[in-house]
């Protein structure tokens, strides 16, 4: 059975939050791990500190989280549709960055996300056709044609 709209758009941002909620943890527990970064990947004794963060356990958890939604909201509809709406991420994820984080966010990049708002804007506005929001699956049986 297809999602409303509403439910739809409220996976969506939930599974949108939780994967800005887990970029901002990670950031933070590998900014926590002293001397982590210019480590030759020859020798992975350096992730050792990197996988006892509570804070970066917490973060994968919430990116975990997030592809867990997702995967739900493309099993009931069209991948041309979903992926699309994802980008709101590329919206949510430098404004919790900003907040949370302090990063300075120059003009040009928020340009771009203001292009990005503006394509999410358009493939939303594409599917307002569609009685929910969503692809209706095909019935039992029928194979997929690809």
């Known amino acids: ?9 409220g ?7 939780s994967e800005a909620v887990g970029f901002v943890l990670i950031k933070r527990g590998l900014a926590a791990v002293p001397g982590f970064s210019g480590h030759s990947l020859s020798s ?14 917490i973060g994968t958890a919430f990116e975990a989280l997030h592809f867990g939604i997702l995967m739900e909201l493309l099993s009931v509809s069209d991948v041309s549709y979903i992926i699309p709406l994802t980008s709101v991420g590329y919206v949510l994820t430098p ?4 907040f949370f984080l302090g990063e300075r966010i120059p003009p040009l990049r928020w340009f771009g996300i ?26 039992e049986g029928e194979p997929q044609q690809s």
């Open 1 to 9: 059975m297809p999602f409303s709209r509403k439910k739809l758009w």
């Open 11 to 17: 996976l969506l941002l939930a599974g949108l939050l």
């Open 44 to 57: 992975l004794s350096f992730l050792l500190p990197v996988v006892k963060s509570p804070q970066v356990l």
């Open 95 to 98: 404004l919790s960055a900003l």
């Open 114 to 139: 203001l292009l990005v708002c503006a394509g999410v804007a358009a493939v939303s506005v594409s599917d307002r056709g569609q009685k929910d929001g969503a692809s209706h699956p095909l019935p």
